[in-house]
């Protein structure tokens, strides 16, 4: 059982204590001295109840404990809602020997020390300084050279000689296949990264303290629906420049597709979660609420953003596609698309996945998370490490005379992805103790959620990185 405290305050370190707007502290007197203003009496709450052999929480009034005879119920945020919080009065009394600013000293201290997030940290770190120094010796060294000798050459028949990055010149930018699909993941993972990243800064800041409940995944939800404009004028904008002419078609897919997906699993879940009686089920009035949000809002603002994405001119590229394809020559077993996609999701997982164990803790082990800055620092290393990593797989295909880099950019980056989901299976069977197959059907239904936004969020920043790599070298290059 957990015992929920009003007031709200932010620690930093070394006892240096701040307040935002909002977030102050509530002021107590003694018995007999209480006003309006000043209160005598703490009020504890009760939550829902969790257990370890179990995903399915479920209302402290559900069982046989002493209950508050006036039971009040505070009204409860989205993020708490959606999370299966039930807050309700209880006939518990505080002990005021226990100090304000100590009142978290007992979640805190149950908490692993901040040496591991550090060691994740600087994890972290060495990878990315690896593969800087790997992507500054390409760009300094080998494709300053390249970029040197081609521009040399004056005849033709010397041209033909040549081997390289350059030969594809007249194919790097010919339209992939399956390019409606793309643009469509491309403008919900924009939607995605701005989301995260905003909500990731907010926290950071204090804003989105862990003792406001709820306050986080309400911030993101919200963010989400607001954000349909970025969706669908990026989707709109690469399809055109895929020379798409479905645009309808475009637009439907990208304000429904993915979201879609998500409120589909979700919905069953949910369902499962109702039919076990549990605190978690939401509501019907709020599921109403999140399809008004999502076809009342988000959907219209999507096609806003994707009518002023159509009206933009295609993406100029630097060179011209010639009109027959070039034969790609038989390529070694590192540079198939498979092997190159499989490695290239090792780098950045390994920048999250200690972090990722906290995270996993928090939602399923009923731990608290509040290390926001930690998490907002490995966040930018990942945009980074996705980045270089992409752009250096990419370079090595083009030197092979492999142009089909547009799916491949974005497979390499977001098979992060996959990685995260072998990581919570492996989190499920080596560190959970849940037992039944509804709370086996709940974990991994929530996990591929998880799995489905960071595959988005991960592919259109390895594309999208790889994209201007490639846009910006044949852009110094002389092409006949």
């Keep these: 059982m957990r015992l929920l405290a009003t007031g709200l305050l932010l620690v930093a370190p070394l006892c240096a204590a701040f307040y935002l707007p909002g977030l102050a502290p509530v002021s107590f007197c003694e018995e007999g001295e209480e006003s309006e203003s000043c209160k005598s009496l703490i009020e504890l709450f009760v939550n829902r109840l969790d257990s370890v052999e179990s995903v399915l929480p479920y209302e402290y009034d559900a069982f046989d404990f002493c209950q508050d005879t006036e039971e009040k119920r505070p009204s409860e945020n989205l993020g708490q809602v959606l999370f299966g919080e039930r807050i309700a009065s209880s006939p ?6 226990i100090k304000w600013a100590s009142r978290w000293d007992y979640i805190l201290e149950s908490m692993p020390h901040t040496n ?9 770190l060495v990878i990315v300084l690896f593969l800087s120094g790997m992507v500054a010796m390409i760009i300094l060294r080998t494709l300053h050279k390249d970029i040197a000798r081609y521009n040399q050459i004056d005849s033709s028949e010397d041209a033909q000689e040549e081997f390289g990055w350059k ?3 007249g194919d790097v930018f010919r339209p992939p296949r399956k390019g409606m699909l793309l643009s469509v993941f491309l403008g919900q993972g924009t939607q995605i990264f701005i989301m995260t990243f905003i909500t990731l800064f907010l926290a950071c800041l204090g804003f989105l303290s862990p003792a406001n409940r709820g306050a986080l995944m309400t911030c993101a939800v919200v963010l989400w ?3 349909g404009t970025p969706a669908g004028y990026v989707s709109a904008r690469m399809y055109k420049t895929f020379r798409g002419e479905k645009w309808k078609t475009n637009v439907l897919l990208t304000a429904l597709l993915c979201p879609g997906i998500v409120f589909a699993d979700f919905f069953i879940m949910n369902l499962i979660l109702w039919v076990k009686g549990s605190s978690a089920a939401i509501p019907f009035g709020t599921l109403v609420a999140i399809l008004a949000m999502w076809f009342g809002i988000s959907v219209p603002l999507t096609f806003v953003g994707a009518y002023f994405g159509f009206k933009e001119k295609p993406i100029e590229h630097p060179v011209r596609t010639n009109q027959i ?3 790609i020559p038989e ?8 092997p190159g996609i499989i490695m290239g999701g090792i780098l950045p997982f390994g920048c999250i996945f200690i972090q990722l164990f906290f995270i996993l803790n928090s939602i399923w082990s009923h731990q608290m998370y509040y290390m926001f800055g930690f998490l907002f620092l490995v966040f930018i290393i ?8 992409t752009v250096l797989l990419c370079y090595f295909h083009l030197c092979a005379e492999d142009y089909h880099w547009w799916w491949r950019s974005f497979l390499t980056s977001s098979f992060t992805a996959v990685y995260l989901f072998i990581y919570a299976v492996h989190y499920f069977f080596s560190k959970l103790q849940i037992t039944g197959t509804a709370s086996t059907i709940l974990y991994f239904g929530y996990t591929m959620i998880m799995v489905l936004i960071f595959f988005l969020f991960t592919g259109t920043i390895g594309f999208f990185a790889c994209f201007w790599f490639v846009s910006k070298i044949y852009s110094v290059v002389k092409v006949d």
């Design 116 to 124: 591991i997030q550090w060691f994740s940290i600087m994890n972290s």
């Design 382 to 389: 990942l945009l980074i490490t996705c980045s270089e990593a």
């Design 225 to 227: 629906v607001l954000l």
């Design 325 to 327: 394809p070039r034969q």
């Design 331 to 338: 390529q070694s077993f590192f540079t198939k698309p498979l």
């Design 92 to 97: 518990y009394k505080e002990k005021n020997n």
């Design 167 to 169: 030969l594809v010149h």
